[in-house]
């Protein structure tokens, strides 16, 4: 089995040599006479450039080949090899990382498994975010969280600034919210998923997630790029943490923003994440408040969808681009909102509720002009975003 690699160069580099340079330097590390009489054992670990190409603009992508024994099915040995050392070596970008299905960790949980656990199977799923992100008590968290939960929410996640903090204690978060989903599911039948942010250093981020889990949490919430995708994989393949893992992608930027140096955001936020066991990926979407390139998130959402995990195209989401969205996306979505439902005009029940209008709207191929709007939670938050 082999893994296939695609470097994107700028027309002053000389392709061919960089290429040859990655394919030696990334695994043997060397190749010449000297090493002669080990030729056959380390010919084995060698790359191979199996082609360049040209694009329209002068760019050029070479793409390269390595064995799959140089690696320990992985995220942090692969990306060691593709890009490792080489990643400091100036311009040059990986623009696509092609693995073998089997290679790494799958989602436990995934697409099918989120809806099974909500019993939604028809329609997008509507998660929220605590916002204010900081200075929220933990009963805070579970007061915001009946209003949004009892007009419909299916999902909500800790703002991923929220470490385990005195001012509300992740523990705390948890036990005071987890009574309110309770009552939820005991009042309405619904169950309602709460991505509970773990934090700490590795080895006490797996304790923390294990007892979470035990305690009662039914999703979390991690920080891929900042705590590593060691800790996602470890968590992942963990039996004890049978709940599904939203994988925020903060300081995806510092990876992948350059553009000839670092990693595609599809590298990162899609391959790498649908293979460390991710359930469900939050990136930026191209309508949204961040700069994002739709091609990019185009491919992410297909990398992950193919391995069964949920796209979350988030930030800067509000009601008024839901038909947007369900244009690009379909149902197997998730509609991710803080600030667009948390700081609804009337509240962010209505929030919630602006949002089950869209849906309602788009699926009726209703209009979204203010002036055809009925009164209500969407036409206040058209009014009030657009
Ligand atoms: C960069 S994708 C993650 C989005 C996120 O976590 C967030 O807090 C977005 O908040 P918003 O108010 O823009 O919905």
Same mark, same amino acid.
């Given at each position: ?107 436990? /949980?995934?697409? *099918? $498994?989120?809806?099974?656990? =909500?019993?939604?199977?028809? &329609?997008? !799923? #509507? ?68 991505? /509970?942010?773990? *934090? $700490?250093?590795?080895?006490? =981020?797996?304790?923390?997630? &294990?007892? !979470? #889990? ?173």
């Amino acid at each position: 089995m082999t893994i296939i690699v695609d470097y994107r160069f700028p027309p002053a580099i000389n392709a061919e040599k960089q290429a040859k340079t990655i394919a030696i330097g990334q695994t043997a590390g060397t190749w010449s006479e000297r090493h002669g009489h080990r030729q056959e054992q380390l010919q084995q670990h060698l790359g191979e450039v199996v082609g360049i190409r040209e694009e329209a603009d002068g760019y050029k992508v070479a793409r390269v080949r390595f064995p799959e024994i140089n690696v320990e099915n992985d995220i942090a040995s692969l990306l060691t090899m593709i890009f490792g050392k080489y990643s400091m070596a100036g311009a040059g970008k990986v623009v696509g990382v092609y693995l073998p299905e089997n290679y790494g960790t799958k989602a436990k /949980v995934g697409i *099918t $498994g989120i809806r099974q656990r =909500l019993g939604v199977y028809d &329609r997008p !799923l #509507v998660m929220a975010i605590f916002k204010p992100a900081l200075g929220l008590s933990a009963q805070d968290h579970a007061d915001i969280l009946r209003e949004v939960a009892f007009a419909g929410l299916d999902v909500i996640k800790d703002d991923e600034i929220m470490a385990d903090l005195p001012v509300a204690p992740t523990h705390e978060r948890l036990d005071c919210c987890r009574r309110v989903l309770e009552e939820v599911r005991q009042q309405t039948g619904r169950n309602v998923l709460y991505a /509970v942010n773990v *934090t $700490g250093k590795a080895d006490e =981020l797996q304790r923390k997630a &294990r007892l !979470l #889990v035990k305690h009662g949490a039914n999703a979390l919430l991690l920080n891929v790029l900042t705590y590593g995708f060691s800790v996602l994989e470890a968590l992942a393949s963990d039996p004890a943490i049978d709940v599904p893992i939203f994988a925020h992608p903060a300081f995806a930027g510092a990876m992948c923003a350059g553009s000839d140096t670092g990693l595609a955001y599809s590298v990162v936020l899609g391959t790498m994440m649908a293979h460390a066991g991710a359930d469900a990926v939050l990136y930026p979407a191209a309508y949204g408040s961040l700069p994002f390139d739709p091609q990019e998130e185009g491919k992410i959402r297909d990398i992950l969808r193919d391995r069964n995990v949920f796209p979350v195209p988030s930030a800067g989401i509000r009601p008024g681009i839901v038909p947007q969205v369900l244009g690009d996306y379909g149902r197997n979505v998730i509609l991710n909102a803080g600030t667009g439902i948390m700081d609804h005009p009337w509240g962010p029940a209505s929030g919630v509720r602006a949002f089950f209008e869209a849906l309602g709207r788009v699926e009726a191929g209703e209009s979204f002009d203010p002036a055809n709007l009925p009164e209500g939670a969407l036409k206040q938050a058209i009014l009030e975003w657009g």
